[in-house]
């Protein structure tokens, strides 16, 4: 069944720079999980991974190595993104909304909370000016910390000997 999930998630293109492969890939990991969220667990559970799996792998490895990553770039890279994008993609799931419209009912429960929460100024502050405003969807700040980490991974590359 993993294998089925990870065969829809985007290879690694290898006619665009890596940083825009990683990012496509990234874009897609996260939307199949957002359909399939319970294999977020289970992609790396298993003690023999599928073909599917090992291939997908292979090519985001052949990706990064083509761009001039060491073994160790790669390594780290790929381990940061996936940590990253599977993360998210957990967070999201798991949240009472992220789709940018909260239902009534979940926003008076969480304004109720926050309201009744003076030991916690920043979360309420953060609350009432950003996430109960209409058309706030946790979802996209995913864009925001994957162009982070692409960041982070790039300044470590250019710094780092090949």
Not at 17 to 44: F, K, N, Q, Y
Not at 93 to 117: C, K, R, W, Y
Not at 138 to 157: K, P, S
Request: with cysteine.
């Amino acid at each position: 069944m993993v294998d089925l999930v990870v065969g829809e998630i985007d290879l690694p293109r290898t006619d665009v720079a890596w940083r825009v492969a990683m990012h496509e890939v990234a874009v897609s990991t996260r939307a199949i999980l957002g359909d399939h969220p319970w294999a977020i667990g289970l992609l790396d559970s298993r003690k023999a991974p599928g073909p599917v799996r090992l291939a997908h792998l292979d090519a985001v490895i052949g990706c990064l190595r083509k761009a001039g990553f060491s073994i160790a770039m790669a390594a780290h890279a790929m381990a940061v993104l996936d940590s990253y994008v599977r993360g998210f993609a957990l967070q999201e799931h798991v949240l009472p909304s992220n789709d940018g419209d909260m239902t009534d009912a979940t926003q008076e429960i969480m304004a109720q909370q926050v309201a009744f929460t003076e030991s916690f100024p920043h979360l309420a502050e953060m609350a009432g000016d950003l996430v109960l405003q209409p058309g706030y969807a946790f979802g996209n700040e995913f864009l925001w910390g994957l162009e982070l980490v692409l960041d982070g991974i790039e300044a470590r590359q250019s710094s780092s000997p090949a």
